[in-house]
T-cell receptor
Framework: DTEVTQTPKHLVMGMTNKKSLKCEQHMGHRAMYWYKQKAKKPPELMFV???????INESVPSRFSPECPNSSLLNLHLHALQPEDSALYLC???????????????FGQGTRLTVV | QKEVEQNSGPLSVPEGAIASLNCTYS??????FFWYRQYSGKSPELIMF????GDKEDGRFTAQLNKASQYVSLLIRDSQPSDSATYLC??????????FGPGTRLSVLP
């Protein structure tokens, strides 16, 4: 089973709303990722959790707040977003291989976010 | 210099031909290399990964890695219209991250 499940699939929110994106995997992976992808662009790394600890934060604005409650779950809390934050938000997970870098990452189907 | 570069395409090949997709990377310390396929509106799907110099084959796909030249490629044999997609090269250059190239759009013509 190489499934990463993201909910919701689609989300429309106002600029004053608070919402959360959820991601779950049961592959025993200990690294989990949030990526943002705009149309016709590659995925852009936002956050990495390794062993449930935030290991990489790519200077993401504070209106995006990640949370890793346990090794299977990853959340992205959204608050006071701007229309330019509209994008496909992708969650991924991988094994941690140590100095050789991560194993291959598997992506969820994404959440299509529209900020109005 | 961008960390991971790819020809944006579109690359058009006739059905049954070999499609060759190329990727270069800037960080000599990069350890792991991945190819993903992404259909429009969908999430990236892993095709191949390669860690060592040389070739790695899986069905119609062959990944080639040359660390001295900082070059990784993907060959698709007997290309099918269903292979038409954007192909993303991803490189791990530190920690537990993946840096993606801009992607190459492949169009396989029936």
């Amino acid at each position: 089973d190489t499934e990463v499940t993201q909910t919701p699939k689609h989300l429309v929110m106002g600029m004053t709303n608070k919402k959360s994106l959820k991601c779950e995997q049961h592959m025993g992976h200990r690294a989990m990722y949030w990526y943002k992808q705009k149309a016709k662009k590659p995925p852009e790394l936002m956050f990495v959790y390794s062993y449930e600890k935030l290991s990489i934060n790519e200077s993401v604005p504070s209106r995006f707040s990640p949370e890793c409650p346990n090794s299977s779950l990853l959340n992205l809390h959204l608050h006071a977003l701007q229309p330019e934050d509209s994008a496909l938000y992708l969650c991924a997970s991988s094994q941690v291989r140590g100095p050789g870098g991560p194993s291959e990452a598997f992506f969820g189907q994404g959440t299509r976010l529209t900020v109005v | 210099q961008k960390e991971v570069e790819q020809n944006s395409g579109p690359l058009s090949v006739p059905e049954g031909a070999i499609a060759s997709l190329n990727c270069t990377y800037s960080d000599r310390g990069s350890q792991s290399f991945f190819w993903y396929r992404q259909y429009s509106g969908k999430s990236p799907e892993l095709i191949m990964f390669i860690y060592s110099n040389g070739d790695k084959e899986d069905g119609r796909f062959t990944a080639q890695l040359n660390k001295a030249s900082q070059y990784v490629s993907l060959l698709i044999r007997d290309s099918q219209p269903s292979d038409s997609a954007t192909y993303l090269c991803a490189v791990n250059n530190y920690g537990q991250n993946f840096v993606f190239g801009p992607g190459t759009r492949l169009s396989v013509l029936p």
